[in-house]
């Protein structure tokens, strides 16, 4: 079978793809460059009617696999991140000679783990559809877990790196042609701080002022509010469930442990009695938060896009994580006992531990008065 018939066979497939690749060498075989259709018509006179003469038309009806290779009918399908990362083990197959199984495995698992991270934050989207704010709400997902995690800058760095190593491969050797906004994102040393706290009135007069979080889904929404007298981490309040939820008890609480999930440390098991603004949002969505329980990821950056987009964060280094922190400050300010404000927050005390800790009827009368 000859190159042009197996390319106009190959152009029969549903594949995007394949289909675009097959116009491609259909239109070289006929004789032309393929070039999109208003390049195509562009052209001048003499060669847009060699191009139009050449597409064959049986019974005075144009072939229509051959028109779209000859006339620029075949559109090129965007690639996803997911694919980005498929094309380019082959793209960049150059960096896999030599290499030992082992070493392979060491070099592949960073750039699947770099694009896993974006896609659950950012989703999988197009290329050509990845903006500026989508990288700043990576990075800001980042900063986040550098805070929560204890990690240094370079986790996060290395994960830019080996996002921005793809898609800048696949961008060159596909020839795309983009502008990919992946500049001026990596952490200095001196940036693994903590986010500033909201400060009260802030969260009194913006975050909760009549319909200022109505444009967020119920989930997200409920979540933040849960934080505002509890300082859980994000992905805590994500991951509770009906069962950690106990609105029903005499001192309405939440239960920080491992159901079904890894806790950060041994100390970040923990009851947290309910009040407030908390307690109401609680009483909304009783059985968890389904749409993040799996994802977590995608909470942060969701929130912070819609605060950031709304004027609701008190200054570009606030972010949802700022929350906790402005709890704690509050619960400093009411001079609440540092063991107390240790064991609320999943934190290890710089001594032993000694007893059990306050009771949660005490806690919750402590929690009183500091809420909003």
Request: charged share 30%; net charge positive.
């Amino acid at each position: 079978m000859g190159e042009d018939q197996e390319a106009k066979q190959a152009g029969d497939t549903a594949d995007a793809e394949r289909r675009y690749e097959a116009a491609r060498r259909l239109a070289k075989s006929r004789g032309f460059r393929f070039l999109a259709a208003d390049r195509v018509a562009e052209l001048p006179r003499e060669e847009l009617l060699a191009r139009v003469e050449a597409v064959p038309a049986p019974a005075g009806e144009p072939d229509a696999i051959e028109a779209a290779a000859v006339l620029g009918g075949a559109q090129e399908p965007p690639i996803i991140v997911t694919r980005a990362l498929e094309l380019y083990w082959t793209l960049a197959a150059d960096k896999k000679r030599g290499k030992s199984p082992d070493q392979l495995r060491r070099w592949e698992n960073p750039r699947k783990k770099a694009v896993k991270n974006f896609v659950e934050v950012v989703g999988d989207k197009a290329l050509p559809e990845i903006t500026p704010d989508d990288m700043l709400d990576f990075r800001g997902w980042w900063m986040e877990r550098l805070e929560s995690h204890n990690l240094t800058p370079n986790s996060a760095n290395k994960d830019l790196i080996h996002l921005g190593e793809v898609l800048k491969t696949v961008n060159r050797m596909k020839r795309l042609g983009l502008v990919l906004p992946l500049t001026d994102l990596s952490f200095k040393e001196d940036e693994a701080k903590t986010r500033p706290p909201f400060s009260e009135s802030w969260i009194r007069e913006k975050l909760l002022a009549p319909g200022a979080l109505n444009g967020l889904n119920t989930d997200a929404r409920c979540i933040l509010l849960g934080m505002v007298n509890t300082g859980y981490r994000p992905s805590e309040g994500a991951a509770l469930t009906a069962a950690t939820i106990r609105l029903d008890s005499n001192v309405p609480h939440i239960s920080i442990e491992p159901d079904g999930r890894q806790l950060k440390s041994a100390y970040a098991r923990r009851v947290i009695p309910l009040t407030g603004v908390s307690l109401e949002a609680f009483r909304e969505c009783p059985r968890g938060f389904e749409r993040y329980r799996e994802s977590s990821a995608s909470l942060s950056a969701t929130v912070n896009k819609y605060l950031r987009g709304n004027g609701l964060l008190e200054t570009p280094g606030h972010s949802l994580y700022s929350l906790r922190h402005a709890f704690e400050d509050r619960m400093l300010a009411a001079g609440i006992d540092d063991r107390i404000r240790r064991d609320l927050f999943g934190h290890r005390l710089d001594r032993e531990r000694y007893g059990k800790g306050a009771s949660l009827e005490h806690l919750h009368g402590l929690f009183q008065r500091v809420a909003i």
